[in-house]
């Protein structure tokens, strides 16, 4: 049988240092005879050396545009839109629930004759993701919310929260958070820490949101842990707003009401001082935290907005924070992918790959029946004549 090739690129996507294959996992791959190619990359978290040591194959970054068909490529975030999808690609195209843009992502792969194994979709016979990064982006997300939260309260409005970088381990980023919630605790009009209300808390990203909180040294009654059962009475939601802090952490997958909106945040008596938006449904059109509407990133992680009165209003909307700790997420990420992975060999055959590629097939199909529908609308052509 010919050898699984495997293309891990370089991510494209600023600030992102994280990486779909470890040098672990990499070496696992080629001692289970794959051949596995790394693009040389300035901003991974790992050394091009370590995958080089793990018996994968060194080439150029952005060689994957070029590579042949029969190769599949892996990676994390958005493909540059440059070019037709000519291999199988595995990675998160954030496109499959009518994202913005999710049209052209996937007449690329129409147009090149690729095939898309997304991630967010890949899942168990128990229909529970195979590999994700909820546990990190909740970690992140909660960690950079308090520091927001604290930089608020020791500078003006207009100084804005700049130049987060990764940290190298997650013991740094503990010791900045706990010095920030100090600080701000000192600084708040009542010398009390912050209350922070969690959505999504029994899920893989709430619980790394509640973890943090307890790490960074919140008392257990200041962490309001809410799920399905707190929310189904449906949004605005005045226990958000009578929080410091409000961290949403859902996996959106059809409408609902929305928690907050800027009726309830106009109301007397509002503490909220900052939202984390770690679901990052930005684009989706059943966004259920309607205040925003744009990404934020690593260089600028938060957006304000407009209310009145005191206090300032700030969201974080970072669509890739487990990147803030590249190389724990990475390895966490990467070894439970691994197990499927492996079954790449079998892809024609294996549950997980035959889904993946089902559902890539029905979303064409989604689109085909879209631009029919446009057509339709639009009309016959008039005759020129």
Not at 32 to 50: L, N, T
Not at 171 to 190: K, N, V, Y
Request: glycine share 6%.
């Amino acid at each position: 049988m010919e050898p699984v090739h495997l293309h891990l690129r370089s991510e494209c996507k600023p600030l992102e240092y994280r990486s779909a294959l470890t040098p672990t996992t990499t070496r696992a791959l080629v001692d289970a005879g794959y051949i596995v190619y790394v693009e040389k990359s300035p901003s991974r978290i790992f050394e091009d050396s370590e995958f080089e040591a793990a018996g994968a194959i060194l080439v150029p970054e952005n060689s994957w545009r070029v590579t042949e068909c029969h190769i599949i490529i892996i990676g994390l975030k958005e493909l540059s839109l440059g070019v037709f999808y000519r291999n199988a690609h595995i990675y998160f195209a954030h496109c499959y629930k009518r994202q913005s843009g999710w049209e052209d992502v996937l007449n690329r792969f129409r147009k090149g004759g690729g095939m898309l194994y997304d991630l967010e979709f890949l899942t168990d016979d128990s229909g529970r993701r195979v590999a994700a990064f909820g546990y990190h982006a909740g970690f992140a997300g909660a960690a950079l919310a308090i520091k927001a939260w604290a930089h608020q309260l020791t500078h003006t409005p207009d100084d804005h929260l700049t130049g987060i970088t990764p940290y190298s381990n997650e013991s740094l980023l503990l010791d900045d958070i706990r010095a920030a919630l100090q600080i701000g605790t000192a600084a708040s009009p009542t010398a009390s820490p912050p209350r922070v209300l969690i959505i999504g808390a029994l899920g893989r990203c709430g619980r790394g949101a509640v973890e943090l909180c307890q790490r960074a040294g919140l008392d257990d009654s200041l962490i309001i842990q809410w799920d399905m059962a707190e929310t189904a009475k449906g949004g605005p939601f005045p226990e958000i707003t009578a929080s410091d802090i409000f961290i949403n952490c859902i996996y959106l997958t059809s409408s609902i009401a929305p928690f907050i909106s800027a009726e309830s945040l106009a109301q007397p008596g509002r503490k909220l001082s900052v939202v984390c938006d770690v679901s990052c449904d930005t684009t989706n059109p059943h966004n259920p935290i309607p205040i925003y509407d744009v990404n934020t990133t690593f260089d600028r992680p938060t957006v304000p907005v407009v209310v009145a009165g005191e206090p300032a209003l700030s969201v974080i909307s970072i669509d890739h924070l487990p990147s803030l700790l590249p190389r724990e997420a990475s390895e966490a990420f990467s070894a439970a992918l691994l197990p499927s992975l492996l079954e790449l060999k079998n892809r024609e055959t294996a549950r997980v790959w035959k889904d993946a590629e089902a559902l890539f097939h029905e979303k064409m199909r989604d689109l085909e029946e879209m631009e029919a529908m446009d057509r339709l609308a639009d009309g016959p052509k008039p005759n020129p004549n």
